[in-house]
Each structure stands twice: as structure tokens, then as C-alpha cells.
């Protein structure tokens, strides 16, 4: 048996650090990819960008492809950990899903 993959859309707070090379779109991609998880994501639409000393804090809507456990009964839950657990994001508003596999 496969873990079940999902797509989900996300709203999110997320620090982008500043100087990667790349445009926006790319660095949040960059931050949201370093989960196992995430398979791949799609930035929807970028709502506001506040500048810090070190990075962006980006508020964005990001559409996602994460593989999740068999044993997930919430996947909006489900989803909503696994992108609020990665370094960089500060709050994860919002989650959207449809089971794909």
C-alpha cells in the first residue's frame, strides 16, 4: 500500500532569507521543499512582503503535492503540521485539500 499523496493549497507566513539567488516565488519553494514531504509547491499568489534584517517575511498561498502516513485520518491537519514544521514558516493560516493517489 502507497502513501496517500495529497494536494493541498496553503496560506502562510514564511521567512525567506535574503541574497539566495532566484526570484521570491523561488525561495519560498526552497523553504517549503526541505520537508520529505513536500513534493513539489506552487506559489498561488503573494499577498504582502515585510523586509527584516536577515530575510523577507512573505505572506503567501502556496499549492502543494505532499505525500502523507496511511495511518493520516485529518489530512487538512495532516498537511497543516508538515508545512507549519519547517524552519521558516511562522504561521500556516489556512489549508485546503484534495486527495490525489
Known amino acids: 500500500m502507497t502513501a496517500p499523496t495529497i494536494d493541498a493549497t496553503a496560506d502562510l507566513e514564511i521567512q525567506v532569507p535574503r541574497g539566495d539567488d532566484g526570484t ?3 525561495g ?4 517549503l521543499g526541505r520537508s520529505a514531504a513536500v513534493d513539489r509547491t ?15 517575511r512573505v505572506d503567501a498561498s502556496v499549492r502543494l503535492h505532499v505525500h502523507l502516513d496511511d495511518s ?9 503540521e508538515t508545512v507549519a514544521d519547517q524552519f521558516g514558516v511562522r504561521a ?4 485546503e ?3 490525489s493517489a
Open 92 to 95: 500556516v493560516t489556512a489549508v
Open 97 to 99: 485539500t484534495d486527495q
Open 28 to 31: 519560498i519553494a526552497t523553504v
Open 72 to 80: 493520516v485520518e485529518d489530512e487538512r491537519a495532516a498537511v497543516r
Open 42 to 56: 506552487e506559489v498561488v499568489d503573494i499577498s504582502g512582503v515585510t523586509p527584516t534584517l536577515n530575510d523577507l
Open 24 to 26: 521570491l516565488q523561488d
